[in-house]
């Protein structure tokens, strides 16, 4: 480190402090979530921001290569107070851009093979951990000699040969957490994580840290004291969307906020989904969470098409919602007859939908129930909701801890993310292609081929005969699996192919109103037409 330049930035580390303490959310960037709001502003602060990400609109989208040069740079010539050089000559043939040519020349961005720089590509999350590893050197911090293990993480195994002593130099650092025990190396990196991330890494050289936490009274009202420290939890953890944000935690949450609590833990564990959602299903609410929600299986309507978003959601909706959570992240959920609800005087008013839901909760200790009563008819107040699904979260977290095989599958693990990435992508028949859409085989085609299987085949029955796969039972299904699907139930007719996610659930393009989403494979209709699974990466 270069210790001659400490004291000056103590001082500016401090004066960040207090104008962070003073002037909470006064700083002007774009579109982020809760989460990550202390150290943009920590960020903004400190003038680290720069230009090109002061601009987005949004920074929960995905950061662009020339985006991560220009955070690079900022930070660079912020902490030397040096502005960095041009080279003599425009190092990429496909951009001139002065932003790119300096991070070629202080070796943050080194191109590709062919010579290019892509600027307008997305940066892969193992990408970024090359790019700060390489931003740290620059500024004089020696890299780890070991670095950390990464067996804490179950996708370890994902992260390219090239990239490794990166990611173990940025989770050594602290810079890299991992969300969900999982590193996601192939996924992308949106702004604001990029923005955390990197703010991480820039302490690291300073040795302060100036971000601020609010007391969670102060940005929850009325939160009772039963309530406080699971909601302290949730907001350390980045779990309480924005949109809750000085709500009064007493009164009633509404279905479309549900829609918020649920997409925020999903996003969680798993942080990089891409959707390209155009149509809202329901004829009352085009909020883009809301839609996403409902391609992913969170969330549902009423039979009108209406979801109704501004009313108070009920109890036994709430239980609906956090059980669908729960078997869309994989959780094993089968309904538990044995479990009884006799202690509870109004179990009987529990709609029949809501009836497992009711006695999984309860089972799992997530549900204690109002004294001697579950209200199922009775709305749920911002804090109820907040508190109960927090103990979902918990135990969903447990459960892939526990589960998660000493050997891993990474490979399949990451298929899995990377189909669930196109979530909400239109359906065409013939298709087989992000730009356009996908029909079922081409769908599988897709996520098959991108992950190395090239001769898979295109069709439904040219994948179910793939010469590299084997048939396996529908009671051990792995995730990555492929499952079958014929309207004659014969392998001469197969009319439908998906890939199986785990938890009882497979993702598919299902057909042009729906497009890909994510399904129970014992829904109505793919329950009766099942013919059979295969296994492509083996067990």
């Known amino acids: 480190m270069k210790q001659h330049k400490r004291l000056r930035f103590v001082s500016i580390v401090c004066l960040a402090a207090l104008l962070v303490s003073c002037l909470p959310g006064a700083y002007a960037y774009g579109v982020s979530s809760a989460w ?102 620059a500024a004089g911090l020696d890299p780890a000699e070991h670095g950390e293990d990464l067996a804490g993480f179950v996708d370890a195994g994902a992260v390219s040969a090239w990239a490794l002593d990166a990611t173990w130099q940025v989770v050594d650092l602290g810079v890299v957490q991992g969300s969900g025990g999982k590193l996601d190396p192939l996924g992308h990196t949106t702004c604001e994580q990029a923005l955390a991330m990197f703010y991480r890494a820039y302490i690291n050289l300073t040795g302060e840290s100036q971000a601020t936490q609010a007391s969670v009274e102060n940005k929850y009202p009325n939160l009772s004291p039963w309530a406080k420290e699971e909601l302290e939890a949730m907001d350390q953890l980045g779990l ?46 085009d909020d883009p969470v809301i839609t996403k929600a409902y391609y992913l299986g969170l969330i549902s309507g009423f039979p009108d098409g209406t979801f109704r978003p501004d009313i108070p959601i009920t109890r036994e909706q709430f239980f609906k919602i956090t059980v669908n959570f729960l078997s869309v992240c994989g959780y094993p959920y089968e309904d538990s007859p044995s479990t009884s609800l006799d202690h509870f005087t109004d179990a009987g008013e529990l709609s029949s939908y809501a009836l497992p839901c009711a006695r999984l909760l309860v089972e799992l200790g997530i549900v204690k129930g109002d004294g001697k009563q579950l209200l199922p008819k009775s709305s749920t107040q911002c804090q109820q909701a907040l508190a109960m699904f927090f103990r979902s979260y918990l135990t969903l977290q447990a459960w892939m801890e526990d589960s998660v095989d000493p050997d891993g599958r990474p490979e399949a693990d ?21 730009s356009t859409g996908f029909d079922c085989s081409g769908f599988v085609w897709y996520v098959y081929t ?10 439904a029955t040219d ?77």
């Open 36 to 137: 990550a709001r202390e150290e943009l502003d920590a960020m903004a602060a400190l003038d680290l921001i720069p230009a090109l990400l002061e601009e987005r609109g949004d920074l929960r989208e995905n950061i662009t290569r020339l985006e991560m040069c220009a955070l690079a740079v900022q930070a660079y010539e912020h902490y030397t107070g040096e502005e960095l050089s041009l080279p003599d000559e425009t190092p990429f043939p496909d951009t001139n851009d002065p932003i790119a040519a300096k991070s070629y020349a202080a070796g943050f961005a080194l191109g590709y093979e062919d010579g290019t720089f892509r600027p307008d590509r997305l940066l892969t999350r193992q990408e970024f951990f090359v790019f700060v590893s390489r931003f740290l050197q």
């Open 240 to 285: 309480i969307p924005e949109v809750l944000l000085g709500r009064d935690m007493a009164t009633p949450i509404t279905r479309g906020e549900m829609c918020y609590v649920a997409m925020e833990a999903y996003l969680s564990l798993y942080p990089n989904p891409i959707f390209r959602v155009e149509e809202s299903p329901f004829t009352d609410a």
């Open 414 to 434: 990451a298929l899995v993310e990377f189909a669930l990435q196109y979530v909400g992508y239109n359906y065409i028949w013939g298709g087989k292609d992000p």
């Open 450 to 459: 991108h992950n190395g299987y090239e001769d898979i085949g295109r069709t």
């Open 463 to 539: 994948q179910w005969y793939y010469e590299n796969s084997q048939e396996v039972s529908q009671d051990s299904l792995l995730p990555g699996d492929l499952l079958f699907f014929s309207e004659t139930d014969s392998l001469d007719n197969i009319t439908h192919v998906g890939i199986y996610i785990g938890g009882g659930e497979f993702v598919h393009a299902a057909n042009s109103r729906d497009g890909v989403i994510v399904t129970a494979v014992d829904a109505p209709y793919y329950g009766e037409h099942y013919i059979g699974a295969r296994r492509i990466i083996p067990a």
